[in-house]
């Protein structure tokens, strides 16, 4: 394990898995279907200017973020070297920062924050540095877009042991992190008909401290 990695999972996504799982992935027809979702998820912000993904591999969701809304300002953390430079060379992110999330700070915050199928991925012992940092970063906006369990369980992963974990990720972050409510969710299907993708559920949490009253005419 390269000794810079606080976890093996760490070293598993920055070298040969990452760089396969980044042509399993390269689908422009997944956009698609990421638009679908981030429609719905865009439609219940205010004023979202800046954004933030964690772990965003090739940048898929980025992309269909900038598909429907092209003033915002886009950044990435991506561990994976060169998943972080085929995001560069899209151009369509301001900052990408080839690190891991564990080992990722700034002082900097953005009106979003984007996880997607990256915590499910991450050693257990290390989620609340996570959460912590979410929250630190945040001004408006968290997006939590992961495989759901109501209890903590680990799965074999294509072969590989301790590399999937599926949890309450929203809900342990509501919990350690109160100043956040639960403003939407949703769950994408495998079996949809028109914008299938595997079997996910996200949840979108606003900081409280942000809320602004509706005007009512």
Partial sequence: MNKNYKTEQENFWATNFGDNYIQRNNHTSIISTKCSIFTDVLRR???VKTILELGSNIGLNLRAIKLLKNDCELSAVEINPNAAKELKKWGGVKEVFNKSILDFQTDKKWDLIIISGVLIHINPEF??????????????YVLISEYYNPTPVELDYR???GKLF????AGEMLDRHNNFSLLDYGFVYHRDNNFPLDDGTWFLLEKDNYKKPICHF
């Avoid at 989620?127 to 970063?137: A, E, G, H, P, T």
């Fill in 45 to 47: 912000t205010r004023d």
């Fill in 127 to 140: 989620l609340n540095q996570v959460y912590d940092l979410m929250s630190k970063i945040s001004i408006k």
């Fill in 159 to 161: 072969g590989h042991k």
């Fill in 166 to 169: 599926k949890r309450d990720f």
